[in-house]
């Protein structure tokens, strides 16, 4: 076996549309999405090191901030 040393560790790959929307989220923007993505979109801020909150529009649809 081999020890190599000065190899950089790979960025982590976008695996959901959820990541890509975050990535491109600036603190105060928000998106209105369906009641079953509001936890998975606030999870996918949240992974990125930022806050996320959410907020219940109507029956169908929910707004989720990036707030820091």
């Not at 600036?26 to 990125?48: F, H, L, T, W, Y």
Request: glycine letters at 2%; a positive charge; aromatic letters at 6%.
């Amino acid at each position: 076996m081999e020890i190599k040393t000065n190899i950089p560790i790979p960025q982590p790959h976008i695996h959901s549309q959820f990541s890509v929307v975050a990535s491109k989220m600036n603190a105060g923007d928000c998106v209105d999405v369906e009641k079953s993505q509001a936890v998975p979109m606030c999870q996918a801020i949240r992974r990125q090191g930022y806050q996320a909150s959410m907020r219940k529009l109507d029956n169908l649809t929910w707004r989720v901030w990036r707030t820091q």
